[in-house]
């Protein structure tokens, strides 16, 4: 089973605890009136516009995804923040650097981090598919280095069938009626 790139397919990997909030959360913004959902979209799209705008004009971007915030999705956001930035007006490889590069040089960094040189700490996501092409081949993981340890595919595979199972755990007993 492969990594999922739709984001429903995601919650399972969220406690019940968790999709419950989201859930709130969500009825919250999108529920109500046409109008409201309008806005939230116009809101949405106006976000998107000012990033593209700053990036423009030269504003320094930086990828870090609010994990936490609903349907932000741990080990998922920074891929989806990634096809966010390009719809923005990035191109594939400025929101690549705002994921590695950028941090780097706002850190002040850049001798350790932020590149693949010899003598910089780096971990490495081998994929599948050129990110250059299409930001969202970043899904497509053949497998990561992480602290000189080699990861392939079916041991993350695995680690996110334990997230799975991990999260079923905690779902709640249903009640019957009598």
Sequence with gaps: MAIPLDIND???YLSAAERERWARFSSQVTGGSAERKDV???QWQMNLNLVGAMHQKGVGIMAGTDVGNPYVYP???L???LVLLVKAGLTPMAALQAATM??????NM????GTVQKGKIADLVLLNANPLEDIANTQ???A???NGRYLPRETLQKMLDEVEASARKTERPRRGRN
Excluded: C, Q, T
């Design 10 to 12: 995601r919650l399972k």
């Design 40 to 42: 939230w979209r116009k």
């Design 75 to 77: 080990g998922f956001g």
């Design 79 to 81: 891929h989806d923040e």
């Design 102 to 107: 950028n941090p780097a040089r706002f850190l």
């Design 110 to 113: 850049e001798n350790d981090l």
């Design 140 to 142: 497509r993981i053949s």
């Design 144 to 146: 990561v280095v992480m």
